[in-house]
């Protein structure tokens, strides 16, 4: 039986309707690529400044929602306020990304804040409630939070790396104090989500960015089980809670990842095996993905080859199209516009 079309395409996709369109979105839809956000990026002054001032960050949410007119909208802010809400100091450099407060041995483990000041968090959920009061009531409305693992490469090194060595480090020499920061996350990251929720949020992603670094049996510790805990932890509260996973680079540990975590849908990014996912993880769950960030960049007949491969490969089943990743600032806006129409004229 053909599926019939619903007014909530994203929603449906994620309660089990494969939908004729597939509902679409991208990753870092608001940002750098859009002149609209550079202009209030510049006004806000830093980084944290725009997303933790509700007017501007529901603004720059809805942003790329009247220019695209997307499925779903993801709230502006980063995965990086959880460990700012937990007091450590957390900045953005021009050009250079985040910067911490290296958490580095076990005794600066041993300090950490249990508890999250979520006072500090209170104005992500307003801008939420912003934006779920303006945003039209058939556009799904996404809150996240980043997984403890990838969270937490960010806290022990001080910074992003090539491949987070600093954290995997720490997780083999140290394995029970890197074991506290994860708890410590698992618990807040409960917490944060289910505000997001509360404030307005119909869906929830869990942005595992660095997952792909880790050998099968740290990725099992460190990324499925803390995933597990949280989607469990939510859904104890929330029961019907929504919610996608994204484990970059999980590979041939995604039908795993899927199985044990209990995620709604998993975001799959360019690299990902198209019969490995449709028989072992679209059979199971809704795939999100997974266009290439650069063939968007590159536009052409490139750009709707590479389309037209995520259709065909995926589009049978459930699907929410989006990038295998986050779009990059030098995308030209008219790639968004050829990648909407394509996917949006899709005969399914
Ligand atoms: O539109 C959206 O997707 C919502 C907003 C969003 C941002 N960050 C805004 C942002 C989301 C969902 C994130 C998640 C995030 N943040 C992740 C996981 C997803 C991914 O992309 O891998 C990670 C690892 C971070 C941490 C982070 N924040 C890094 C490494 C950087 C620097 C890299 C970069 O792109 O500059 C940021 C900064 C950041 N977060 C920007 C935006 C729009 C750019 C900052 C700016 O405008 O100057």
């Known amino acids: 039986m053909p599926p019939i079309s619903s007014s909530k395409p994203f929603l ?18 608001a940002g750098r690529y859009l002149p609209e956000y550079r202009e209030l990026r510049t006004k806000a002054g830093s980084f944290l400044d725009l997303c933790f001032t509700p007017e501007y960050a529901a603004e720059v949410t809805l942003q790329p929602i009247r220019r695209f007119n997307f499925d779903a909208a993801i709230i502006f802010s980063d995965i990086l306020v959880v460990p700012h809400a937990l007091g450590r100091a ?17 005794d600066k483990i041993a300090a950490l804040a ?34 403890p693992w990838t969270v937490a490469t960010y806290m022990v090194a001080g910074q992003g790396t090539p491949d987070q060595a600093p954290a995997r480090m720490m997780a083999y020499r140290h394995p029970d104090a890197f074991a506290d920061i994860i708890d410590v996350l698992v618990e807040n990251s409960i917490q944060y989500l289910l505000g997001q929720l509360k404030a307005g949020a119909d869906a929830l992603q869990i942005f595992d960015t660095w997952a792909g670094v880790l ?34 680079g999980a590979g041939a540990l995604l039908p795993a990842y899927v199985e044990a975590t209990g995620v709604d849908a998993v975001s799959i990014d360019w690299a990902a095996e198209p019969s490995l996912i449709r028989e072992r993880v679209q059979s199971r769950v809704a795939v999100q993905g997974n266009l290439d960030p650069l063939a968007l960049i590159a ?16 589009a049978g089943g459930r699907l929410i199209f989006n990038l295998g990743h986050g779009i990059l600032p030098e995308t030209p806006i008219a790639h968004v516009e050829q990648m909407l129409k394509r996917v949006r004229a899709y005969k399914g």
């Not at 536009?299 to 995926?314: S, W």
């Open 12 to 29: 449906d996709v994620l309660s089990g309707h494969r939908q004729p369109i597939p509902p679409v979105w991208m990753m870092r839809q």
């Open 215 to 248: 050998p099968p049996r740290e990725f099992e510790r460190w990324s499925i089980e803390p995933t597990r805990r949280i989607v469990a932890g939510v859904r104890a509260k929330m029961p019907g809670a929504k919610i996608i996973g994204f484990p970059r």
């Open 299 to 314: 536009g052409g007949g490139a750009l709707d080859r590479a389309i037209d491969d995520v259709l065909t490969n995926y």
């Open 90 to 106: 957390v900045r953005f450099e021009i050009g250079e990304g985040p910067r911490l407060d290296p958490l580095d041995t076990p």
């Open 114 to 147: 249990t508890q999250a000041d979520f006072a500090k968090l209170e104005p992500v959920y307003e801008a939420l409630r912003r934006v779920r009061g303006e945003l039209d009531p058939n556009i799904a409305l996404i809150g996240f939070c980043g997984a």
